[in-house]
């Protein structure tokens, strides 16, 4: 579970994220969609322990992360929307250089490695340097570092970026088989279909604001149109 309590980031007289409140319950795929400069990737920093806020909390699992932030940051898989990897590890190297920072079992790891790589389709790569890897590639072992730990909570800012479609859907079904499993699920994105087809519900954050929160149902009630479809609403809500 995630909960942001008036949250807020300032830079200097910029009111990045402004008083937001908001609760993402157990094993609920919430997306974050705004436009560009909106807040959201300022937002997914602090939630994930990167970037302290001005002011206001973030709770992790019931976790204050500024007064226990190692306690709440080991209850996170962390996804950026830019792979920052050790290139000169191979990717089994990789992972296991992230397992050990978050204490997994000596005598698990191969196991939970093998399993993770086996489900990004990188089992045959993972003895091999990363900076032979694609940007998808990448983008796929940072999905599986992430998950090394078995988190309780995923946070994930643009998934999709530099995926082909195969593996868009891979991701896709991955997140909704792991929400089944009781796990919260924070995404960031700009792909308003990959919102529309496995959020639960939507948040659209504007000027640093967050402006509608619902299902898509609930978003198309807000602006009086039924038949609108998940960019319309986007847009008019954004535009107004």
Same mark, same amino acid.
């Given at each position: 579970?995630? &909960?942001?309590?008036?949250?807020?980031? #300032? /830079?200097?007289?910029?009111?990045?994220?402004?008083?937001?409140? $908001?609760?993402?319950?157990? %094993?609920?795929?919430?997306?974050?969609?705004?436009?560009?400069?909106?807040?959201?990737?300022?937002?997914?920093?602090?939630?994930?322990?990167?970037?302290?806020?001005?002011? %206001?909390?973030?709770?992790?699992? %019931?976790?204050?992360?500024?007064?226990?932030?190692?306690?709440?940051?080991?209850?996170? *898989?962390?996804?950026? &929307?830019?792979? /920052?990897?050790?290139?000169?590890?191979?990717?089994?190297?990789?992972?296991?250089?992230?397992?050990?920072? /978050?204490?997994?079992?000596?005598?698990?790891?191969?196991?939970?490695?093998?399993?993770?790589?086996?489900?990004?389709?990188?089992? @045959?790569?993972? +003895?091999?340097?990363? &900076?032979? /890897?694609?940007?998808?590639? #990448?983008?796929?072992?940072?999905?599986?570092?992430?998950?090394?730990? @078995?988190?309780?909570?995923?946070?994930?800012?643009?998934?999709?970026?530099?995926? +082909?479609?195969?593996?868009?859907?891979?991701?896709?079904?991955?997140?909704?088989?792991?929400?089944?499993? *009781?796990?919260?699920?924070?995404?960031?994105?700009?792909? $308003?279909?990959?919102? @529309? @087809?496995?959020?639960?519900?939507? *948040?659209?954050?504007?000027?640093?604001?967050?402006?509608?929160? %619902?299902?898509?149902?609930?978003?198309?009630?807000?602006?009086?149109?039924?038949?609108?479809? $998940?960019?319309?609403?986007?847009?008019? $809500?954004?535009?107004?």
């Amino acid at each position: 579970m995630i &909960e942001l309590k008036d949250l807020n980031k #300032k /830079y200097g007289n910029l009111l990045a994220v402004n008083n937001l409140n $908001l609760i993402v319950p157990k %094993g609920e795929i919430f997306g974050f969609i705004g436009p560009n400069g909106a807040g959201k990737t300022t937002t997914i920093n602090m939630i994930g322990g990167i970037l302290a806020p001005t002011s %206001g909390d973030v709770t992790i699992c %019931g976790i204050n992360m500024e007064a226990h932030p190692e306690k709440a940051k080991s209850k996170i *898989g962390f996804i950026p &929307e830019r792979p /920052y990897l050790f290139e000169k590890l191979t990717g089994m190297e990789f992972l296991k250089f992230i397992a050990d920072l /978050y204490d997994v079992d000596e005598d698990l790891f191969f196991e939970k490695s093998q399993e993770k790589l086996e489900m990004f389709s990188l089992f @045959d790569w993972s +003895d091999k340097l990363i &900076e032979s /890897y694609s940007h998808g590639m #990448k983008q796929r072992l940072v999905m599986a570092a992430a998950l090394v730990h @078995d988190p309780e909570v995923i946070i994930v800012d643009e998934p999709m970026v530099g995926l +082909d479609p195969l593996a868009i859907k891979m991701v896709k079904n991955l997140f909704q088989r792991l929400a089944k499993k *009781g796990v919260t699920i924070f995404m960031s994105t700009h792909t $308003l279909k990959v919102a @529309d @087809d496995i959020c639960d519900r939507i *948040g659209i954050i504007h000027k640093g604001s967050l402006i509608a929160t %619902g299902t898509a149902e609930d978003l198309k009630r807000d602006v009086d149109a039924i038949d609108a479809d $998940l960019e319309q609403i986007f847009i008019r $809500l954004t535009e107004e």
